[in-house]
Antibody, heavy 112, light 112 residues
């Protein structure tokens, strides 16, 4: 059974940092691109980042480019999202995604 | 950025009847490899999104064959035959052809 378990969310002040983790199981992690997709409260889906299988290529939308960094550890079956200079508009549930499977999400709230 | 436009934004269906959701992209989603990179997801109330259809017409694992996807290079349709109570939720189309990946605003399916 495929599982994606995100951790690291919480309440953080604007301008501060937070690091999300996602531990994967049930599939060959190192063979798949991984993604972070977020959903603001009551809103739709927004792609946040992608990383290729060996971590050598990463992609971001303009809304987070320069502030967020995706990385992975294939030995630990884990993908990370380092989020810096957080803004109120980053408040959302962040999902770890393996094209066909989604984690349960972790809520990030940016507020003073 | 590729804009994904869904219609209708909400639909009310009698159980046992069919429903269709439309999605239009602002650019062709047909790659030179012959694959059309449109995906359909369902987010049931209080749950994470789940993959229904990948690459326009391929049924994801475990998804009932009441669901089907079709389309052209820019116009896509998700059809649900014999709607059941478990099909209630918000349906999203998304394009994974090029960065930034983008999603439609969602179509809310309710039962009459």
């Amino acid at each position: 059974e495929v599982q994606l378990v995100e951790t690291g969310g919480g309440l953080v002040q604007p301008g501060r940092s937070l690091k999300l983790s996602c531990v994967a199981s049930g599939f060959t992690f190192s063979s798949y691109w991984m993604y972070w997709i977020r959903q603001a409260p009551g809103k739709g889906l927004e792609w946040v980042s992608s990383i290729n299988t060996d971590g050598g290529s990463t992609y971001y939308p303009d809304s987070v480019k320069g502030r967020f960094t995706i990385s992975r550890d294939n030995a630990e079956n884990t993908v990370y999202l380092q989020m810096n200079s957080l803004r109120s508009e980053d408040t959302a549930t962040y999902y770890c995604v393996q094209i066909a499977y989604w984690g349960q999400g972790t809520l990030v709230t940016v507020s003073s | 950025d590729i804009v994904m436009t869904q219609a209708p934004l909400s639909v009310s269906v009698t159980p046992g009847e069919s429903a269709s959701i439309s999605c239009r992209s602002s650019k062709s989603l047909l790659h030179s490899n012959g694959i059309t990179y449109v995906y359909w997801y369902l987010q049931k109330p209080g749950k994470s999104p789940q993959l229904l259809i990948y690459r326009m017409s391929n049924l994801a694992s475990g998804v009932p064959d009441r669901f089907s996807g079709s389309g052209s290079e820019t116009d896509f349709t998700l059809k649900i035959s014999r709607v059941e109570a478990e099909d209630v939720g918000i349906y999203y189309c998304g394009q994974l052809l090029e960065n930034p990946y983008t999603f439609g605003a969602g179509t809310k399916l309710e039962l009459k």
